[in-house]
């Protein structure tokens, strides 16, 4: 899915661009969790082509999209950083929004619109 169409289907404002080229990247999935070390275990296998749906905002979410190499972070329920981590997210090199919709909305919506999620292992 288009960054630009994902960023359209949520009604997300930008926090922080630093790269434009990327508003026209074709994501192939979403990742959605508050707990960074989850994220890390789990997003492998295309981390470029994910983005990270979180309502965490501090630094360790950017430090995580780093060691990811994750390019897009989407804040849900209008969150967003304190400027210092605005402008370290464009030395990361990741551009964020935000949304005013909750977690499972902007998952729902997405998921509707065809963007899937990762293939991470399953439990019982």
């Excluded at 470029?48 to 994750?70: F, H, K, P, W, Y």
């Excluded at 402008?87 to 919709?101: C, H, I, P, R, S």
């Amino acid at each position: 899915m288009i960054a630009q169409d994902i960023i359209d289907a949520i009604n997300a404002k930008p926090l922080s661009i630093w790269n434009e080229h990327l508003l026209k990247k074709d994501y192939e999935a979403a990742f959605a969790s508050d707990l960074m070390s989850d994220a890390l275990a789990l997003i492998q296998d295309s981390p470029e082509g994910t983005i990270l749906i979180t309502g965490l905002c501090n630094s360790q979410v950017l430090r995580t999209a780093e060691m990811l190499d994750i390019e897009m972070i989407i804040f849900v329920r209008g969150k967003s950083l304190p400027e210092e981590a605005l402008e370290m997210a464009k030395d990361v090199g990741v551009n964020l929004f935000t949304t005013g919709f909750t977690m499972y909305e902007t998952c729902g919506i997405l998921y509707s619109k065809g963007l899937g999620g990762i293939h991470g292992s399953h439990s019982a």
